[in-house]
């Protein structure tokens, strides 16, 4: 009986997804088995590392997507206490380690059993929604303009404003903004993210015959971008505009955790796990932690002086190119996290943590949600203004809608899971068929 | 920015300790400037000196369409006219000679590279550089934005002349559509690190909005052009109130013992 239930179960994950309930909640979750045996699958669900999921990754992620929300609001308070207050690194850093990381693991995977073709498949599908949320929220925008372009066309502004050329050929706007060399206002984390996903069916593939050379190549374009400005992306409207995120630089960063999260399937990495790289990993964050809050403590109080301001330190802080002290510093503190708390540890599956974890566990909708919420955060900012009760205000709500809609596609998606296991119960010809 | 939102809440509580400076100085017109914004160390010594001793002072000012005064109509009322006619209502002895080498949508690279041509010959005691916009509208790279911005003020401290920089106009129209904030923050750590006072017109004229002082936004052209002389003549007086902020500082500095 139980043999029986389980073939069906692996038989509609074929072409479903399947969720398998335990005392209400759903436990496992069958995705990706097209073409393996039932037993085969069986045997990987049940053995524990490949049901827990890592909850560290949705927590991390829901935190720095609350962050980037957070200071993308103008004059705000309360981007004082995101991540860019504690390391030299902000959100952005964190989101693309992790969503990279991700990545590495679950498409790694797919790799490994269904072959390069149908695994690109996959990721190609998930560049596809990717591009799709991006022209929504372009969508989103235009609607922005054509709400605020008639006050523009009254204010003092005009003569400056019109040099942003969007207003004045908003066809060639669309088309920019289709080919991604258009990224108006918060727009730019997407574009960086769908050409990094667009690229990784090769470099898993890579990773599976020369894996050094694969890491060493990307840190040596990393590196070049750093040195050389001319290996950036051109951006509308010129002349000098430039991605704000360098993919040729920031691909570094994304290739890493994917490598990470590849080699996470196969038993991890063995000197990750070194004593004396932990130890510089803490001398690092803590640098990073030190140089930063000194910044924000002088914002606050004046005397305070900021350590490592100057010249110097702008070569190694671009944010655009992901300077050497951005990259080392959001290596340092994923390694630190990575070693301090557990997967799954009691705090991350805690209530307090729910909110971050559910945010995480939908990335993409709740990112594009932020971003549309923090463009309506700037029109009620700069409308009533308010000070700091309003920002907080702002905020808070803002954070709210994020959680209020993650919450409800859980809810969605357990139900959904629900009525298909249900449907299990009595299963019908079509579905069999198509496997 | 934001750390300077809560500065404020503890300058505001400490001021009330503290006896408020220069206030013979401060605009007793409708559109007030905090104190907050005028926060800047070292001061404009030679500038300073100059206005007090009534030498010959050149004041040059480069900029883009709202230094040029194109909203108000005529040059005589664009800001650095007005600030002429401030400085000279302070100081009657000096001969103040302000010029207004502003060009609509000119980017600093542009500016950048007329300084030895255009800016240098006039053997300026003080540069006033209003920047940043068209960058924010256009997008253009920060890092690049910042070393252009780094060279100029090192090209003009090496000539000996004094550097004030400013920033951009806000506005709540433009403020959701282009992304300021990080030109913005390059502009007060290039401010920090250089030890060049920082005008800061996009927070000024955030608090002008904010209190209600000075709203800008009409239907009017009529009123629109008188509204952008105003707010031109708020912004060259503040100014005027910045730079002249040093003769307060700049006579301590140059009382006896701590000269230099």
């Given at each position: 009986m139980f043999r029986r239930r389980l073939k069906e179960c692996v038989g509609a994950s074929q072409h479903d997804r399947v969720v398998v309930p335990r005392q209400g909640k759903a436990a496992a979750e069958l995705v990706a088995v097209e073409r393996s045996d039932w037993k085969e699958v069986v045997s990987i669900v049940s053995s524990p590392s490949a049901m827990a999921r890592d909850l560290r990754l949705d927590f991390f992620r829901g935190l720095a997507l609350f962050c980037i929300f957070i200071d993308h609001l103008p004059t705000n308070i309360m981007a004082e206490f995101t991540l860019q207050s504690v390391m030299l690194s902000d959100a952005a850093e964190v989101f693309i380690?992790?969503?990279?990381?991700t990545a590495g693991m679950v498409y790694g995977r797919a790799m490994e059993r269904e072959g390069f073709v149908i695994a690109g498949v996959r990721v190609y599908h998930r560049v596809w929604q990717l591009y799709v949320a991006h022209v929504f929220l372009f969508m989103m925008f235009l609607a922005l303009v054509a709400?605020?372009?008639?006050?523009?066309?009254?204010?003092?502004y005009a003569e400056e404003f019109g040099a942003a050329n969007f207003l004045n050929e908003p066809g060639l706007a669309?088309?920019?903004?289709?080919?991604?060399q258009f990224q108006?206002?918060?727009m730019n984390i997407l574009p960086l993210y769908i050409v990094l996903l667009a690229i990784l069916p090769f470099v898993l593939a890579g990773f599976r015959a020369w894996p050094r050379l694969i890491i060493f190549a990307s840190l040596a374009l990393w590196l070049a971008a750093q040195f050389?400005?001319?290996?950036?992306?051109a951006a509308y409207p010129g002349p000098d505009g430039v991605w704000p995120f360098n993919p040729f630089a920031w691909q570094a960063l994304f290739l890493l955790g994917v490598w990470l999260g590849w080699r996470g399937t196969k038993g991890g990495v063995p000197w990750l796990r070194d004593r004396w790289l932990f130890c510089v990993a803490a001398g690092l964050s803590l640098a990073g932690f030190l140089v930063r809050f000194s910044g924000t403590l002088h914002g606050f109080y004046d005397p305070i002086p900021v350590l490592f301001s100057g010249r110097v330190s702008w070569l190694f802080l671009s944010k655009t190119d992901l300077g050497l002290f951005r990259f080392a510093n959001v290596l340092a503190v994923a390694l630190l996290v990575a070693r301090l708390i557990h997967p799954q540890a009691r705090f991350l599956a805690s209530r307090a943590a729910w909110p971050f974890v559910i945010c995480g566990r939908n990335s993409l909708h709740i990112f594009c949600l932020g971003i549309l919420l923090s463009l309506l955060g700037h029109l009620v900012l700069n409308e009533f203004f308010g000070g700091i009760?309003?920002?907080?205000?702002?905020?808070?709500a803002g954070i709210a809608i994020m959680i209020g809609v993650a919450a409800l596609m859980e809810w969605f998606g357990a139900a959904q899971a629900a009525s298909g296991s249900r449907a299990l119960g009595a299963p019908t010809a079509g579905r069999g068929a198509r496997g | 920015m934001t750390p300077a939102l809560l500065r404020y809440v503890i300058l505001a509580v400490g001021l009330g300790l503290l006896p408020s400076p220069v206030e013979a100085f401060s605009q007793e017109r409708d559109c007030p400037v905090p104190e907050r914004f005028y926060a800047f160390d070292p001061s404009l010594t030679k500038t300073v000196k100059a206005l007090v001793s009534g030498r010959e002072i050149v004041i040059a000012v480069l900029g883009g369409s709202s230094t040029l005064g194109l909203a108000a109509g005529a040059p005589s009322l664009a800001?650095?006219?007005?600030?002429?006619?401030?400085?000279?209502?302070?100081?009657?002895?000096?001969r103040i000679k302000v010029v207004n080498l502003a060009v609509a949508r000119q980017a600093a690279k542009a500016a950048g590279e007329r300084l030895s041509r255009d800016v240098l010959p006039l053997k300026p005691t003080l540069?006033?550089?209003?920047?940043?916009?068209?960058?924010?509208?256009?997008?253009?790279d920060v890092d690049e934005f910042r070393e252009t911005l780094q060279a100029g003020i090192d090209e003009l401290h090496g000539s000996g002349a004094e550097v004030v920089l400013m920033n951009m106009q806000f506005s709540r129209e433009t403020d959701a559509m282009i992304h300021f904030g990080p030109y913005l923050i390059a502009m007060r750590e290039l401010a920090n690190v250089n030890d060049v006072p920082l005008f800061r017109r996009h927070g000024i004229m955030r608090h002008w909005a904010e209190s209600d002082l000075l709203d800008l936004r009409t239907k009017d052209p009529e009123k629109r052009r008188q509204l952008a002389a105003k707010l031109y003549d708020c912004i060259g007086n503040a100014m005027a109130d910045f730079v002249t902020r040093g003769v307060a500082a700049g006579k301590a500095a140059a009382s006896p013992g701590s000269d230099r």
């Open positions: 380690l992790i969503s990279g990381y709400y605020t372009a008639g006050a523009l066309n009254n204010s003092l669309v088309v920019e903004a289709l080919t991604l108006p206002a918060f050389d400005k001319r290996i950036a992306l009760p309003m920002q907080f205000a702002v905020s808070a | 800001w650095p006219a007005r600030l002429a006619a401030a400085l000279a209502k302070r100081f009657p002895s000096a540069v006033i550089w209003e920047t940043g916009t068209m960058e924010a509208v256009r997008g253009t």
